[in-house]
């Protein structure tokens, strides 16, 4: 039986000794990607006394960070704009589209509060412009709610690659002012925001590590 034990405890030395040499030989590569942003939705709507003219708006910001292994990338962080005039009683239907990544916001850490203001260009499809101001305050009306994820996306003898998303948002009443002056009516500038429909702030974290084992 002794000898039995000494040949077991001899094997078991000699394989931790392989696995150890191999571990030496052995090297890790691990590449990071990670995202996180943030976003604002607000939509408003308007309407004149006669009903002939209503007005649908809807605004956009984002923000993003992109980090591979090295220094943060902020992107520009960017407002888009839709606004959609009709004129029931003549008959126009028209909708114009812009943005701009001049424009300044805060946005509170637990998604509760933010603002944002700036002036955008937006075109009609036939070429005319106008500039569409815009001073918004966005009061979250609701707890935050939030998807994580972590999934194995691939996984080879050398290589293993993770991905992580995780979204969080909160829905949110919306107040401030809204105007531009539609071309085709020429000034004064229309009130776009006298009816807010409400909005939304929410940010997003989404990462892939892919680690990499080599052997010389």
């Not at 910001?61 to 888009?80: M, R």
């Not at 979250?140 to 994820?149: G, I, K, L, R, T």
Request: aromatic letters at 8%.
């Amino acid at each position: 039986m002794r000898r039995k034990i000494t040949c077991l405890f001899t094997m078991f030395m000699i394989a931790a000794s392989s696995l150890a040499a191999r571990s030496a030989r052995a090297t890790t590569t691990v590449s990071i990607f990670n995202l996180s942003d943030h976003s604002l939705i607000a939509d408003f709507e308007d309407a004149t006394n006669d009903n002939c003219i209503i007005t649908q708006t809807h605004i956009q910001f984002s923000e993003s960070v992109t980090q591979i292994a090295g220094p943060p990338i902020v992107g520009p962080p960017t407002t888009l704009v839709t606004v959609v005039y009709a004129n029931s009683c003549t008959g126009d239907f028209i909708e114009f589209d812009g943005g701009t990544t001049t424009q300044t916001f805060q946005i509170a850490q637990d998604l509760g509060s933010a603002t944002l203001a700036g002036t955008a260009p937006a075109f009609d499809q036939d070429g005319n412009s106008t500039s569409v101001s815009f001073n918004i305050s966005w009061t979250a009306n609701a707890p935050v709610q939030s998807v994580q994820q972590k999934t194995v996306v691939t996984r080879t003898s050398s290589s293993m690659t993770v991905d992580r998303f995780k979204f969080e948002v909160r829905t949110s009443d919306v107040s401030g002012t809204v105007s531009a002056v539609i071309p085709q009516l020429g000034p004064p500038a229309l009130d776009l925001s006298l009816f807010p429909e409400g909005g939304s702030i929410g940010q997003n974290v989404s990462g892939t590590r892919t680690i990499t084992f080599k052997s010389p």
